[in-house]
């Protein structure tokens, strides 16, 4: 079983180019949590979604 870890921003904003360090501090933390705590689930950071305009 794997556990994703997603991170929405804003497209072309400056907080998107920072994102994929971001997510992967998460992956990494959250590994790290989990597998002393008995949880053999990997983490792996999200698969992309389509960009979507409007209220989502």
């Not at 870890?5 to 994102?19: L, M, P, R, V």
């Not at 360090?21 to 959250?30: F, I, M, P, R, S």
């Amino acid at each position: 079983m794997t556990v994703h870890i997603w991170d929405a921003k804003h497209a072309g904003g400056s907080a998107e180019a920072g994102c994929s360090k971001a997510v992967q501090n998460e992956v990494d933390a959250l590994q790290e949590h989990l597998k002393p705590n008995g949880d053999n689930r990997t983490v792996k950071a999200g698969f992309a979604c389509p960009e979507q305009s409007g209220v989502n």
